[in-house]
RNA sequence: GGAGGGGUGCCGGAGUGGUUAAUCGGAGCAGUCUGUAAAAUUGCCGCCCGGAAGGGCUACGCAGGUUCGAAUCCUGCCCCCUCCA
């Protein structure tokens, strides 16, 4: 096969391609014919640098690049760094806060190494905005918003329910869309990648292929994913999400935290399981035959080995079964040296530890003010038993609990001076 | 440039001189329950000192002022929104 070529596809794989986890497809006909073509296809997808982690709500079109890959098309990533500073409008009502080009840069570096535990490297190709953008003077610029207009900005919905609702937007993020349209006439893509809330962005980027005298781009838009709260989508900022690069056992029990109604979504946009056995796992929540939690178990198990192995997803479910079903202590514990002397006071004739301090020397709390109201509300214990003031007995080897998950092992350090 | 409206804790949003660390809702944390789900329910939800009792400090855009006392009144400044130009 030529390397030009993208692999002769067969209805199957279209199938798969274009309709599992997918929310739209604009033009539809035009991409399957496109497919059928046998050209290998240049796939872009676009990355705002803006906080350093992707997390599953990115791995849904991460995954679907990644089947594309497979059949021999290219992938282009693009590293926003530009869009960065100005931080994507899309679905969000305020303006987001503009970053630096070095904290941009810092997180760029770290969002390489995420791509590729999904995106296969070898048929990937990481382009920078600045490799455009650097160069671009106030002409160009010029140029490039000239071709559009105040009302067609306006036509879209985040911007337009901002402007209705009196919340401010600036000119920079009118400006986002774009330059992430340019890009799109930088790399000549011939497909772009994102969840439905871009889909404005990705339109505007198939108008300025057309004033280019480029082919419009397709646009495959996929579902945004609903973050663990079961409500909002999942997103860095709303703390309800899950890093690709988390370690497995804090993956594995977030995933075991979603709520039921989540378990089947996340299924179709996260696994490669069948849709026949989709329809299985549906109807035995329907019926109530199975435990959705032998299901999410499932599902926990499946993430975690594609993002690390099957030995640590093996390895996350005992964990789980351990400290959390059978409200074990876990067996590595990290441990803490402190001055056990320092902390001590004499209190009737016995050697008594203050607490509060020592949770926060142990960073198990942020504030003694916190650690108060923990000890007052029965989430401390050391060893096993719940302590109820803020003095106790502490020796080297004590563990500390407080609430369900944080522990500490403390080791006594006065000897060692 | 002119007129009007507004800036309160993570978010939304009350409060217009006095037990106000600030009603209420959401988020979050913790207890009970449990499948680390949901629902329910109880409590917490600025920081520091103190074993505790208790005490102190900081906070309602920023800086001053009036007052025994201010998120609340006054002055200046900054920012946002709407309408007019």
Redesign the pocket.
């Known amino acids: 096969m030529s390397v030009n070529k993208g692999k002769v596809i067969t209805d199957f794989d279209v199938n798969l391609l274009l309709k599992r986890g997918v929310a739209e497809i604009l033009i539809e006909d035009e991409m399957v014919e496109l497919l059928r073509s046998g050209k290998k296809l240049r796939l872009k997808e676009g990355f705002d640098p803006s906080s350093p982690d992707i997390h599953l709500g990115h791995m849904v079109a991460l995954k679907k690049l990644r089947q594309f890959q497979e059949l021999g098309h290219q992938v282009i990533l693009i590293v926003g760094d530009w869009t960065a500073q100005i931080g994507d409008p899309s679905g969000i009502s305020?303006t987001r806060p503009m970053l630096s080009q070095e904290q941009v840069q810092a997180n760029a570096e770290t969002y390489m190494k995420q791509f590729f535990k999904i995106v296969d490297k070898s048929r990937a190709e990481v382009r920078w905005q600045s490799e455009w953008y650097g160069n671009f003077t106030l002409s160009n610029v010029i140029q490039l918003t000239s071709k559009f207009t105040v009302a067609q900005m306006l036509a879209r919905e985040d911007f337009s329910n901002r402007?209705n609702a009196?919340?401010?937007?600036t000119i920079t993020e009118l400006l986002y869309p774009l330059l992430q349209a340019y890009d799109s006439v930088a790399v000549r893509a011939d497909v772009e990648f994102g969840g439905t809330d871009q889909k404005f962005n990705l339109l505007v980027g198939r108008e300025l292929q057309s004033t280019a005298g480029q082919n419009p781009q397709q646009v495959f838009l996929v579902p945004i994913l609903t973050g663990t709260?079961?409500t909002m989508k999942m997103s860095k900022s709303l703390?309800?999400y899950i890093g690709v690069t988390e370690l497995p056992?804090e993956i594995?029990?977030?995933a075991?935290?979603?709520?039921?109604s989540l378990i089947l979504e996340y299924f179709e946009l996260l696994t490669d399981y069948s849709e026949k056995e989709l329809e299985v796992f549906r109807q035995e929540i329907k019926d109530e035959t199975t435990?959705?939690?032998i299901l999410?178990k499932r599902l926990a198990r499946d993430i975690v080995s594609q993002l690390y192995d099957q030995t640590a997803a093996n390895e996350a479910e005992e964990n789980?079964a351990k400290?959390?079903?059978n409200r074990e202590i876990p067996d590595e514990i990290p441990e803490y040296h402190i001055s056990i002397s320092e902390l001590t006071?004499k209190?009737d004739g016995k050697d008594s530890i203050?607490i509060?301090?020592l949770l926060?020397l142990t960073k198990l709390v942020?504030?003694?003010?916190?650690a108060?109201?923990?000890i007052a509300?029965?989430?401390v214990s050391i060893n096993g038993e719940n302590i109820s003031?803020?003095?106790a007995l502490v020796k080297s080897g004590s563990i500390i609990r407080?609430?369900?998950?944080?522990f500490a092992k403390i080791v006594n350090s006065d000897n060692l001076k």
């Open positions: 305020v402007y009196g919340q401010p937007i709260d079961g703390g309800n056992n594995y029990g977030k075991m935290s979603i709520p039921d435990n959705p939690m999410k789980f400290l959390v079903q006071t209190k203050n509060s301090k926060v942020k504030s003694r003010s916190e108060s109201r923990l509300q029965d989430a003031g803020n003095i407080v609430g369900k998950r944080r």
